[in-house]
């Protein structure tokens, strides 16, 4: 079954400073990853997704992640956090065929004015 | 575009009595609806795979007498958390996607369910 893992259960960052959370995933074959924020009190959002083709993706607010087949990695970067950053982040993998999406189990990030 | 609805956000009820939440896509069809549970400060653990106008894909590990899932419209998929008692106390959630997966899933605001 595929699974992924985040290994940053919390981050503490400062404001300015660049952020990178890392996410796994287990799955040899093609892969649908995503990347979902859930800011404090709120529903979760999409912030970026791969499907295929440029191996960087950019999102929304300013994020980016990069897809590293070799690694089975799909890092979430911001090169400059905002304390509207803070928030929990959720990497996903879509299930292949089953259309499911699987999630690790979340980095909460604080950033500190 | 691509709202989903879910209602109540929360909702406090009495050791064995029944609660009903609701998923509502607003402004498209969802042949398929999931149902998450989030743990405090942990992930969301998909708990069954709804699907319209058929029965529902349980995960394993998941009571299917125990969470009701009905999937009666392309707009509409319950969860129904039966005979509830304070360990089934969580947060729900329910998503929808559109047809093709291209246009990602949607999240509805969840649902706090506190059993006393």
């Known amino acids: 079954a595929q699974s992924v893992s985040q290994h940053n259960h919390h981050v503490i960052l400062s404001e300015a400073a660049s952020l990178e959370l890392g996410c796994n995933y287990s799955y040899g074959g093609t892969v649908n990853l995503f990347w979902y924020v859930q800011y404090p009190g709120q529903h979760l959002q999409l912030l970026l997704k791969y499907f295929s083709g440029d191996p960087l993706v950019k999102g929304i607010k300013g994020f980016e992640a990069e897809f590293i087949k070799s690694k089975f990695s799909f890092n979430l970067r911001k090169p400059s956090v905002q304390w509207s950053d803070t928030a929990e982040y959720f990497c996903a993998v879509l299930s292949g065929g089953y259309n499911k999406l699987i999630f690790g189990a979340g980095t909460r990030l604080a950033v500190h004015p | 575009g691509a709202v989903v609805s879910q209602h109540p956000s929360w909702v406090i009820c009495k050791s064995g009595t029944s609660v009903k939440i609701e998923c509502r896509s607003l402004d498209f069809q969802a042949t398929t609806m999931f149902w998450y549970r989030q743990f405090p400060k942990q992930s969301l653990m998909l708990m069954a795979t709804?699907?319209?106008?058929?029965?529902?894909?349980?995960e394993q590990g998941v009571e299917k007498d125990k969470f009701l899932i009905n999937h009666a419209s392309l707009t509409l998929s319950t969860l129904t958390v039966t005979s509830a008692h304070p360990e089934d106390s969580s947060f729900y959630i329910c998503s929808a996607g559109l047809h093709s997966i291209n246009y990602g899933y949607t999240f509805g605001s969840g649902t706090r369910l506190t059993v006393v």
């Open positions: 709804s699907n319209e106008g058929s029965k529902a894909t349980y």
